[in-house]
């Protein structure tokens, strides 16, 4: 039986999380695919609320961009002086970082996350001075846009033409306590930008014939979107592994497909890599190989073959080692979240499949609320090693002798209880407890052995 506690690395990893946030300020990020979608309105207006519910909030940083209706929020708020800066005969606003750890409010407004700092700032990049702030303890409101996330810099500068130049780490977003997407569709933005609402006239018209084309928007929109999406999916992981791991939350799909050595496995791979696409959805590709050296060389070889398959149809490649295939799989799905498991029909003779069972058997038996979905192999000639990667029949003998030892027990116990002078009926239960124990353990073949 699998253990369903959580395992140490895991207890020691929530562990410091949550001493890290005991000590760390808590930094929330208001999230968009571009400018004008409201990502500053939104913060100060969930800042006005912070400030109605009795916290000390302080703005150290907002840029309104002459948006009158971004301005009147700032009414009633605290703002920091900026600090000036001379460069190249130009004076440059910034935030001012000491100003801020001298004031040490409770919750700080800090504009534009991806900002570079004007020269002889105290560091290169704003996300940098909020770092600062956080490990002071002070929580912190940003805003950032999909644009600005190191990782999607290639794919923005082919979608847009245009190469972003400030960019931040992936692991500031990755760390971030709160994301609040904050999102209008693409032709509500162009609204916008044609009525003056995010650029002046002159600006507006420039970014309508370059950056801010509809298909663009609808591109980065899908960005932000889909990056929203896997950050509440992490999170709602981390929820299952705390809460229930035991449970699959199907709160969206992922598959786990089974892989052996039958040639109809190709097949098989390229079935689930179409429900996959069907779903929208990642999905596992699994091996289960006996323990010690069971499988032939040419059963290994194919193994590996279909897998490097797998991996060119998109699918993240496993190896687990186990003699119950079914159950491997069942309680390997169960750490991954799997909602849907795919296997093929085997092509054994009725009575191994009447003595030993099949891996699909064992899946129903175990998989729980798990879907199971078996696709039709081709049929072929008979395998040196069993398609599902189980033991060849050599090793058998192993639970047979198992099962002969629990019968003899279950008789020299019989024995006894008969010279005690104990009813007929009784000894028999005796007998068929251990039939029901061989079932339970060793499969059907045996328990019809015992019995």
């Known amino acids: 039986m699998t253990d369903k506690r959580p395992s140490p690395d895991e207890l020691l990893a929530r562990v410091q999380r949550e001493e890290g946030e005991s000590r760390r300020g808590k930094l929330k990020i208001f999230f968009g695919y571009a400018a004008g979608v409201g990502k500053t309105y939104a913060m ?23 948006r009158p209706e971004t301005t009147a929020l700032l009414a009633g708020l605290e703002e920091l002086p900026s600090r000036e800066i001379a460069y190249r005969g130009v004076t440059l606003r910034e935030f001012d970082l000491d100003a801020a750890l001298s004031r040490r409010p409770e919750l700080i407004l800090v504009d534009e996350l991806a900002h570079t700092n004007a020269e002889g700032s105290r560091h290169q990049k704003r996300w940098q001075d909020v770092e600062e702030l956080l490990k002071a303890g002070i929580d912190v409101f940003s805003t950032l846009n999909v644009q600005h996330i190191e990782s999607l810099n290639d794919v923005i500068a082919q979608i847009t033409g245009v190469t972003v130049r400030e960019t931040l780490p992936d692991g500031v977003i990755e760390q971030a306590d709160d994301l609040e997407l904050v999102d209008i569709t693409a032709d509500e933005l162009i609204e916008r930008l044609e009525a003056g609402k995010v650029y002046l006239p002159a600006q507006a018209e420039r970014a309508i014939r370059s950056f801010f084309q509809k298909p663009n928007l609808s591109a980065l929109r899908e960005l932000s979107l889909r990056q929203a999406a896997s950050r509440v999916g992490r999170e709602v992981e981390t929820a299952r592994r705390e809460r229930a791991p035991e449970r699959t939350w199907a709160t969206r799909e992922r598959l786990l497909v089974c892989v052996g050595p039958s040639p109809s496995t190709t097949r098989l791979l390229r079935s689930a890599k179409r429900m996959a696409a069907a779903f929208g959805c990642e999905w ?149 407890l251990g039939v029901a124990f061989v079932a339970a353990q060793e499969g059907r073949g045996p328990a019809i052995v015992a019995s």
């Not at 912070?50 to 302080?58: F, H, L, S, T, W």
């Not at 295939?325 to 092509?347: C, D, F, M, P, Q």
């Open 44 to 66: 100060l207006e969930a800042a006005q609320r912070e400030k109605r519910d009795g916290v000390d909030v302080v703005v150290g940083y907002v840029e309104p961009h002459g």
């Open 284 to 432: 596992l590709a699994v091996s289960v190989e006996p323990p010690g050296d069971r499988l032939s060389p040419t059963a290994r070889e194919r193994i590996a073959r279909h897998l490097r398959l797998a991996e060119r149809l998109d699918a993240e490649p496993v190896k687990l080692v186990g003699d119950r295939v079914g159950r491997a799989l069942v309680e390997y799905a169960r750490t991954r979240n799997v909602t849907k498991i795919i296997v093929g029909k085997t092509a054994q003779p009725w009575w191994r499949r009447f003595l030993r069972g099949t891996v699909v058997d064992e899946l129903l038996e175990h998989s729980g609320d798990i879907d199971v979905y078996v696709i039709r192999g081709e049929r072929t000639a008979p395998e040196k090693a069993v398609a599902s990667g189980s033991p060849r029949p050599k090793t058998v003998w192993p639970v047979y002798l198992r099962t002969g030892l629990v019968v003899l027990l279950c008789s020299l116990i019989g024995a006894g209880f008969f010279r005690f002078g104990m009813a007929e009926a009784n000894i028999a239960m005796l007998f068929l």
